[in-house]
T-cell receptor, first 114, second 114 residues
Framework: ETGVTQTPRHLVMGMTNKKSLKCEQHLGHNAMYWYKQSAKKPLELMFVYSLEERVENNSVPSRFSPECPNSSHLFLHLHTLQPEDSALYLCASSLGTSGFDEQFFGPGTRLTVL | QQQVKQSPQSLIVQKGGISIINCAYE??????FPWYQQFPGKGPALLIA?????SEKKEGRFTISFNKSAKQFSLHIMDSQPGDSATYFC?????????????FGKGTKLSVIP
C-alpha cells in the first residue's frame, strides 16, 4: 500500500446525480492532487492543493468541485457529469510541490457516468 | 508544446528478454524525468528517475538512458519477468519549487510472456 486510500473504488452514477470521491493520505504530506486517467491518454492533472490551499486548477469544468478540509483529506464533488467524464480518478500526495517530490498515488476510483 | 511522446503503445516480450520503451520531449526546461509503473487496479508508482546531467541510471534490472541533445530518454528492463507486466509511464517536469506539474506520456502496456 502507498499510504494513500481512495473511496469508493467503483462508482456508477447518472448524469443528474451528485456524488463525492474521497481521498486520505497517511504520509504526513503537504500537497495533494486529483488526476483523471482515461484510456490511451496521458494522466491529466486536475487540481493541486498545497497546505490546504488550491494552487492549480487546470481548466477543469465546474461540474468537478474539489475540497481540501485539511492536509490529510481531499474530496472531489461531482454533479451533472457527462458520459465522457467516465474515467479512473486518481488521488496523489507529495511531501512538497517541487518537481523532485515523489507523488504517491492511491488506487483510484473507477467512475462510470450513464 | 508541453508534450511527452511515448512509444510503443504496447509491447510483448518473452521472459528473459529486454523490454525497451522510448520517450521524447520538446520542452528544454524539463530537468527531471521519472518513470512510473502501474499494475491493474493500482495507482502509478515511481519506478526510477533521472536528471539530464547523467546519461544513464541503473537500478537493478531497470535502466534509464538519456540523450539530452536528442531530447529522448528510454527505459530498459533487462531479464524481463512476468511480474514486470504492467503499464509504464514516462514523465517530465521542471524540478524547481512549486513545479509540481508532471507531464506524462500516454503509457506503454508491457506483457511479459513465459
Amino acid at each position: 500500500e502507498t499510504g494513500v486510500t481512495q473511496t469508493p473504488r467503483h462508482l456508477v452514477m447518472g448524469m443528474t446525480n451528485k456524488k463525492s470521491l474521497k481521498c486520505e493520505q497517511h504520509l504526513g504530506h503537504n500537497a495533494m492532487y486529483w488526476y483523471k486517467q482515461s484510456a490511451k491518454k496521458p494522466l491529466e492533472l486536475m487540481f493541486v492543493y498545497s497546505l490546504e490551499e488550491r494552487v492549480e486548477n487546470n481548466s477543469v469544468p465546474s461540474r468537478f468541485s474539489p475540497e481540501c478540509p485539511n492536509s490529510s483529506h481531499l474530496f472531489l464533488h461531482l454533479h451533472t457529469l457527462q458520459p465522457e467524464d467516465s474515467a479512473l480518478y486518481l488521488c496523489a500526495s507529495s511531501l512538497g510541490t517541487s518537481g523532485f517530490d515523489e507523488q504517491f498515488f492511491g488506487p483510484g476510483t473507477r467512475l462510470t457516468v450513464l | 508544446q508541453q508534450q511527452v511522446k511515448q512509444s510503443p503503445q504496447s509491447l510483448i516480450v518473452q521472459k528473459g528478454g529486454i523490454s525497451i520503451i522510448n520517450c521524447a520531449y520538446e520542452n528544454t526546461a524539463f530537468d527531471y524525468f521519472p518513470w512510473y509503473q502501474q499494475f491493474p487496479g493500482k495507482g502509478p508508482a515511481l519506478l526510477i528517475a533521472i536528471r539530464p546531467d547523467v546519461s544513464e541510471k541503473k537500478e537493478g534490472r531497470f535502466t534509464i538512458s538519456f540523450n539530452k541533445s536528442a531530447k529522448q530518454f528510454s527505459l530498459h528492463i533487462m531479464d524481463s519477468q512476468p511480474g514486470d507486466s504492467a503499464t509504464y509511464f514516462c514523465a517530465a517536469t521542471v524540478s524547481g519549487a512549486g513545479s509540481y506539474q508532471l507531464t506524462f506520456g500516454k503509457g506503454t502496456k508491457l506483457s511479459v510472456i513465459p
